[in-house]
T-cell receptor, first 115, second 113 residues
Framework: TQLLEQSPQFLSIQEGENLTVYCNSS?????LQWYRQEPGEGPVLLVT?????EVKKLKRLTFQFGDARKDSSLHITAAQPGDTGLYLC???????????????FGQGTILTVHP | DTAVSQTPKYLVTQMGNDKSIKCEQN?????MYWYKQDSKKFLKIMFS???????INETVPNRFSPKSPDKAHLNLHINSLELGDSAVYFC????????????FGPGTRLTVT
């Protein structure tokens, strides 16, 4: 079973602080996605990273894909209460077999940003 | 316009009953999925259809039966509901099975009493 280890599981911080969420695996992924889920809603896609070493920025969020395409990080600068939610990383693998069409999800990070 | 919609949003039923959840996507995607999210928020794939063909069938009790009448619809029927089936069920879609970008519906919270 391919696993994506996501850490930390819980993060409670004050508004204005910075934070980083990590996603690690022993498997190589063709792409890695980050999703954000708010209570009572489905996960919403934030970003896809495809190339090893790739860095993408989305306002105060910075996403990085590891050089070997086995790990990724999400960094939030100056967190705001509106960033509160569940953050999920998910890896996709190309090719057939049992991996075809299957996303491997991390366990999730519940982020709470206090005003 | 809702991209991926599910009905119902909430479903409360008794053990032993049979229920269905419906999903529709208007994104023109070829691939649709059913996920189960447990109380610890872990998302587990259950089924996936690509162009109406079943391509993922995880270790799920055969009381769960998906049906895809066309590319835009994927329904989930559950027979003989059990307490352990209580969870949030999400439908999702993607352009193709190899694309990791999936678009999720709002979820159906199933409570079995």
């Amino acid at each position: 079973t391919q696993l994506l280890e996501q850490s930390p599981q819980f993060l409670s911080i004050q508004e204005g602080e910075n934070l980083t969420v990590y996603c690690n695996s022993s498997s190589v992924f063709s792409s890695l996605q980050w999703y954000r889920q708010e209570p009572g809603e489905g996960p919403v896609l934030l970003v896809t990273v495809v190339t090893g070493g790739e860095v993408k920025k989305l306002k105060r969020l910075t996403f990085q894909f590891g050089d070997a395409r086995k790990d990724s990080s999400l960094h939030i600068t100056a967190a705001q209460p509106g960033d509160t939610g569940l953050y999920l990383c998910a890896g996709a693998r190309r090719g057939g077999g049992t991996s075809y069409g299957k996303l491997t999800f991390g366990q999730g990070t519940i982020l709470t940003v206090h005003p | 316009d809702t991209a991926v919609s599910q009905t119902p949003k909430y479903l409360v039923t008794q053990m032993g009953n049979d229920k269905s959840i419906k999903c529709e996507q208007n994104l023109g995607h070829d691939t649709m999925y059913w996920y189960k999210q447990d109380s610890k928020k872990f998302l587990k794939i259950m089924f996936s259809y690509n162009n109406k063909e079943l391509i993922i069938n995880e270790t799920v009790p055969n009381r769960f039966s998906p049906k895809s009448p066309d590319k835009a619809h994927l329904n989930l029927h559950i027979n003989s509901l059990e307490l352990g089936d209580s969870a949030v069920y999400f439908c999702a879609s993607s352009l193709s099975p190899s694309r990791g970008e999936q678009y999720f519906g709002p979820g159906t919270r199933l409570t079995v009493t």
